[in-house]
């Protein structure tokens, strides 16, 4: 699987910003997919935001739209989150995610280790 390597997690106040980062692994397949989601205490993994690495088309959960911009640099095999307006309820531990499409027509959904983000009221 791709291996993804996360960064810019931590603590900010309400209404403060964060940048998140994932690196992706060199891989023998194509990668078309990359993206976020998250997971607090006591709660399932929730999807927050997905772009496509070829012609950049985005999707955002409705309760980041507005708020969270995925963006992404094919130079580097990376895609940022960038999120602003943070609230309490942000607090989580995210994750990147990246789609391949690999041989014989098989899709697969690597996941990294996760960044704590913690938003103080």
């Known amino acids: 699987q791709v291996h993804l390597a996360e960064s810019g997690g931590g603590l900010v106040q309400a209404g403060g910003s964060l940048k998140l980062s994932c690196a992706a692994s060199e891989y023998p397949f194509r990668i078309y997919a990359m993206g976020w989601s998250r997971q607090a205490p006591g709660k399932e993994r929730e999807f927050v935001a997905t772009i496509y690495l070829k012609d950049g088309v985005t999707g955002y959960a409705d309760s980041v739209k507005g708020r969270f911009t995925i963006s992404k640099d094919n130079s580097k095999n990376t895609v940022y989150l960038q999120m602003s307006s943070l609230k309490p309820e942000d607090t989580a531990v995210y994750y990147c995610?990246?789609?391949?499409?690999?041989?014989?027509?098989?899709?697969?959904?690597?996941w990294g280790q996760g960044t704590q983000v913690s938003v103080s009221s």
């Open positions: 995610s990246a789609d391949t499409e690999e041989s014989g027509g098989a899709y697969r959904s690597s």
